[in-house]
């Protein structure tokens, strides 16, 4: 069982820069959730995937983030023209029914 | 809109001592509830959930939670704490029926258990 994982697990950048995370789910888990998580605070969300269908997206997703998930498989979440807001741990989690399985998170500075 | 409330940012007990953690949900439809728990430097894993049938719920390493639907409560108990409890613990809702399945998590609460 290789769970969820995330790369990087730690990405350092300067500000106006853009950055990528990358997913990894469970295997034929066919929803991939995305949520972020500050410091003293619970995991919001982002958006999320069916199969390849990014379905729902928050209101918190500006315009300088994208998400993909190209042939259903791993999920890319990419944050452009990064800014110190976007400072936070951004989780990932893959689910087959209503159990959503987290991976370890990619911590984001931004200086 | 939808929100999840935990009463107590930070609570601390000493081992063996009993524990209640508060949650409460706005939401007046149907939803399923979650308690995860986050170890120091771990990621997020599931402590235990309920759909439907007996509102009393046992998870994993002797928690349990129970919902009070005229409440609108999903509180997470265990007996007697150990040091290894030592965690951040989040509830967590998902609206049933609505769009995705998203979960709606509350601030979380800090247990710290004193050996």
């Known amino acids: 069982d290789t769970g969820v994982s995330q790369n990087p697990r730690h990405k350092i950048t300067k500000r106006g820069q853009n950055v990528t995370f990358r997913c990894d789910p469970i295997?034929?888990?066919?929803?991939l959730y995305w949520y972020r998580q500050t410091l003293g605070q619970g995991p919001e969300f982002l958006t999320y995937f069916q199969n390849e269908a990014q379905l729902e997206k928050s209101r918190l997703l500006s315009d300088r983030f994208s998400a993909e998930r190209p042939k259903g498989s791993f999920s890319t979440l990419e944050i452009q023209r990064t800014e110190q807001g976007d400072s936070a741990m951004y989780l990932c989690?893959?689910?087959?029914?209503?159990?959503?399985?987290f991976g370890p998170g990619t911590r984001l500075t931004v200086t | 809109a939808q929100s999840v409330s935990q009463h107590n940012h930070h609570v601390i007990l000493s081992e063996a001592a009993s524990l209640e953690l508060g949650c409460n949900y706005s939401y007046g439809g149907t939803v399923n509830l979650f308690w995860y728990v986050q170890y120091p430097g771990q990621h997020l894993q599931l402590l235990l959930k309920?759909?439907?049938?007996?509102?009393l719920v046992k998870g994993i390493k002797g928690f349990e939670a129970e919902f009070i639907k005229s409440k609108f409560s999903f509180n997470l108990r265990k007996p007697s704490v150990q040091w290894s409890d030592t965690a951040e613990y989040f509830c967590a809702v998902i609206i049933t029926g609505g769009q995705g399945g998203k979960l709606i998590f509350g601030q979380g609460t800090e247990l710290s258990v004193k050996p």
């Open positions: 989690a893959s689910q087959a029914t209503y159990e959503q399985y």
């Open positions: 295997s034929e888990h066919n929803r």
């Open positions: 309920y759909f439907s049938g007996d509102p």
